[in-house]
């Protein structure tokens, strides 16, 4: 008897309807901003989710907190350094189901040419058929990662103690991707 191996389907994102956003604390509220350039496959198979995987690229340039100005800086030496290292990454290594519709994605993601596995909390939210026909798949994942860990350092002491932009970032993706 031979079996005939079933693929995993492979979904690529649509950056048009997809969201990549943070949020980090500056002085005493939080600002927030997005990426607005990237690409990523995800290959997710509900009956075999051991065998997902995901592989997400990320323009460092496309940095966007709607203040030109401290885009500029963001995009400098002092943080992303885009002219060294235009791109950050995440590839996945595994996929575990934590519940019916929960999974952690454990994969290395790397910023400013710094490595870190991580674990990507991701919540499955279905398939549907778009208008045109095309079968698209939603997720959603949120973090929190510390930006020291992969390289952004920079930071101003205030005259009351304390530091202009916090340590932390909360990292968000909204996923929007259709079947290939």
Wanted: glycine share 6%; proline share 3%.
């Amino acid at each position: 008897m031979t079996t005939t191996p079933v693929s995993t389907p492979t979904f690529a994102i649509d950056k048009t309807h997809s969201e990549a956003a943070f949020q980090v604390r500056h002085l005493i509220t939080k600002v927030r901003g997005r990426f607005s350039d990237f690409e990523g496959t995800i290959a997710f198979d509900e009956a075999r989710f051991e065998n997902s995987s995901v592989s997400l690229a990320i323009k460092a340039a496309s940095i966007d907190t709607s203040e030109p100005d401290r885009d500029k800086h963001l995009r400098s030496a002092d943080f992303f350094a885009i002219d060294q290292y235009p791109t950050i990454t995440f590839t996945s290594r595994r996929v575990t189901r934590t519940a019916a519709n929960q999974f952690d994605v454990v994969g290395d993601l790397t910023i400013r040419g710094v490595s870190k596995e991580i674990i990507l909390p991701v919540s499955y939210l279905g398939t549907a058929t778009d208008p045109w026909g095309k079968l698209r798949a939603g997720f959603e994942a949120e973090m929190t990662l510390n930006r020291k860990d992969f390289g952004l350092m920079w930071n101003a002491a205030l005259e009351t103690g304390g530091f202009l932009v916090g340590d932390e970032v909360r990292v968000s993706f909204s996923i929007q991707a259709v079947a290939q």
